[in-house]
């Protein structure tokens, strides 16, 4: 463990990588908080800047514009209402409460130092839990791997927030996008009417780009502009009780977004809600719960990053993305010639490693610059929007068009951004569709070499008992919201029953 | 109900992707010699799936059949009350934006940027792609956003050159120049 960090240290602190971990950082904030520009966007549209990079300085600016994103939404959440990232939706019902009365900078300011515990303590856990995880998954055989997988879909398909039928829809057109292309173990080009462009497949940065940046700009079009509340360099000083009431929710909702970020395919945002939920739960400030309660920013802010930070344990050391951004960055590792997975501890120790110290680095980086900077930061909300997306179009565009500098990426932008601008219009969910096109060629893949092993029988998956309980783990979260809601409607039903009861006693 | 009829448009859009590649897969062969896995499978299966889901999301859209929620929203219900749905219910933008436009104004602006796009790559092959994307943005700030006709240029101007710069000059990449010679 120590010999890793050293080496993850000599890695990531070379003057090189130390400078772009903070462009990583600093970039990532204020994507972070420019409306309707996400992590995912990003990572998607940068992502095609880096491939003249070293892999591991590529993948450290990069997950430096993931957890920068973090911060930057909470600024949005807060001042504007309009979180710049899904997984600070949950900070905007106490943040923007707090903002409105003149508390905006109290709000930022505890948000960072909660994003910042947060994310110590995840990366802690984070680099003492992969490496077993990882050398365990490296025993896995295609049945197991296959497994895997499908828990992970299943699980970005439950955890959407939306409809269990169109987070399914999502996932299975993601991968049958997947299947576009020559197949994976068979050479066989499927679905390309002849069309040499589409014999490499439907290429996921493309895809990502039009979904999550054009889609996200036309979307933002339609949906208009609201006026920033201002906060000053004065209003970021918190006061002692402050801090007494935001540490407990602060340690809570890092365990919270720790736990969840861990399973493959939930991520930050359902991490966010949850610790929001309990902290409503345990909190002695409960009734100032959705009025401006410092823990209500405190706890999601601090589960955001917490679960941001332990998705890269599925990601790195199973090969399954936590989320959509994860997924972009799995699909990184594969353009960069790295083979995601478990074998990645040990066949690439430098780049792993460098890149988890890196994280610790950001992380210091983007607490000093977020402390005594998000006033300033927050002055870019005043940016016309007029001015800004036509940039945002043009630089996904170029970026789109230097992935593999063909016209026809600039034409899967432009009808995927459609495309995603329709989800967002009629609640369709992303992160499905993006996981099922990262992960359709692995999880072909693990399908044909799990059919060699069992001589054409599929049912090798249920007599491995990983593989089998990691199905029954996945059959039982998509049983579950039925299950949950059968027995709250008991619950609700025998509560009236008793206060029928005691009224009749009562009168 | 314009949200409605696009959800039963995109529930039968989808039925009919999942069935087109359930046939594609059927025809490239679900299973080959000893009955392993062929190149059909996995189109077959995600077809099938999706055919499947698909109906059944058009059948509760139009029966008005609430769906069962994923595992987080029934989660959610007994954690959080009122819970937004979407992004967009927190968003305080009222239907008049802070640029005194209302919905329809926005809606055309809308139409306008995707026509725009659509134009600006066809135009790529034509006067090359960062001539046509500078028309682009300067179309979308001056026409669609009717921003200071200066400022605007500056801004298109300084972006494209800013572009060019890292990637043309720095990651070398070979825009398409078009037949006219523009980059």
């Known amino acids: ?507 | 109900m314009i949200t409605r009829r696009a959800n039963l448009a995109a529930s039968a859009a989808l039925a009919l992707l999942g069935a087109a590649f359930l046939a594609g897969g059927i025809g490239y062969g679900v299973f080959i010699d000893g009955g392993l896995v062929g190149p059909g499978f996995l189109p077959a299966a995600a077809g099938m799936a999706l055919l499947v889901l698909a109906l059944v999301d058009l059948v509760q859209h139009v029966l008005r059949i609430e769906g069962t929620d994923a595992v987080d929203d029934a989660l959610y219900e007994g954690l959080v009350e009122d819970r937004p749905l979407t992004t967009d219910m927190l968003q305080t933008a009222p239907d008049v934006d802070i640029f005194g436009r209302d919905q329809r104004a926005r809606t055309r602006q809308l139409i306008m940027v995707v026509v725009a796009l659509i134009v600006a790559v066809a135009l790529v092959p034509l006067i090359g792609l960062l001539v046509s994307l500078g028309l682009l943005m300067a179309f979308a700030a001056i026409v669609v956003e009717r921003r200071s006709v200066v400022v605007s240029l500056i801004v298109t101007a300084v972006t494209v050159g800013f572009l060019y710069l890292v990637f043309v000059i720095v990651l070398g990449i070979p825009v398409p120049v078009g037949v006219l010679g523009g980059d």
């Open chain 1, 1 to 507: 463990m120590i010999d890793n960090l050293i080496l993850g240290f000599q890695t990531a602190a070379t003057p090189e990588n130390l400078l772009w971990c903070f462009l990583g950082v600093f970039l990532g904030t204020v994507i972070g908080l420019l409306p309707g520009l996400g992590s995912t966007t990003g990572v998607a549209v940068l992502l095609p800047l880096t491939f003249a990079f070293e892999p591991v300085t590529a993948l450290i600016l990069l997950a430096g514009i993931y957890y920068g994103a973090q911060y930057g939404g909470t600024i949005t959440s807060v001042l504007i209402a309009t979180p710049g990232e899904a997984a600070s939706v949950v900070t905007t019902i106490d943040g923007y409460q707090m903002a409105r009365k003149g508390r905006g900078g109290a709000a930022l300011a505890i948000a960072a130092i909660g994003s910042f515990i947060a994310a110590i303590l995840s990366l802690a856990l984070l680099m003492t839990l992969a490496p077993p995880l990882a050398q365990l998954a490296v025993r896995f055989g295609p049945a197991e791997n296959l497994a895997i997988m499908i828990l992970g879909l299943v699980i970005v398909i439950t955890f959407q927030g939306g409809k269990l039928v169109r987070g399914a829809m999502m996932a299975m057109v993601g991968l049958l996008l997947a299947a576009v292309g020559v197949s994976t173990g068979f050479g066989e080009a499927r679905f390309t009417f002849g069309d040499t462009n589409l014999l490499s497949g439907i290429p996921f940065v493309e895809v990502t780009i039009g979904l999550f940046a054009l889609g996200e700009v036309l979307h933002q079009i339609r949906v208009g502009a609201a006026a920033p509340i201002k906060t000053s360099f004065r209003e970021m000083m918190i006061s002692g009780k402050d801090v007494r009431r935001s540490l407990p929710a602060i340690l809570r909702g890092s365990g919270v977004g720790f736990v969840l970020g861990i399973l493959p395919g939930a991520g930050s945002t359902l991490a966010s809600f949850m610790a929001y939920g309990i902290e409503r739960r345990v909190s002695r400030n409960k009734e100032n719960f959705g009025r401006g309660a410092i823990e209500g920013v405190a706890s999601p802010e601090s589960a955001n990053n917490a679960a941001a930070n332990a998705n890269f344990i599925p990601t790195l050391s199973l090969g399954i993305p936590g989320g959509a951004t994860t997924a972009v960055l799995l699909g990184a590792f594969t353009i960069y010639g790295l083979q995601p997975g478990p074998l990645l501890f040990e066949t690439q120790p430098a780049l792993v490693w460098g890149l988890l110290v890196s994280f610790f680095i950001g992380n210091v980086v983007l607490l000093l610059l977020n402390l005594p900077l998000a006033p300033v930061f927050a002055q870019m909300l005043r940016v016309p929007y007029g001015y800004l997306y036509p940039v945002i179009l043009l630089t996904s565009i170029i970026g789109a068009y230097a992935v593999s500098n063909n016209t026809f990426s600039i034409w899967i932008v432009l009808v995927f951004g459609i495309i995603g601008w329709i989800m967002k219009e009629i609640d369709l969910p992303m992160a499905p569709l993006v996981l099922g096109l990262v992960l359709g060629p692995l999880l072909e893949k693990a399908l044909v070499q799990t059919s060699a092993a069992g001589a054409g029988n599929l049912g090798i998956l249920f007599t491995s008992p990983i593989s089998a309980t990691m199905l029954a783990l996945g059959a039982a979260l998509v049983i579950a919201p039925v299950v949950i809601r059968r027995a709250r409607a008991r619950v609700a039903a025998r509560r009236a029953a008793e206060r029928q009861a005691s009224s009749f006693i009562d009168s």
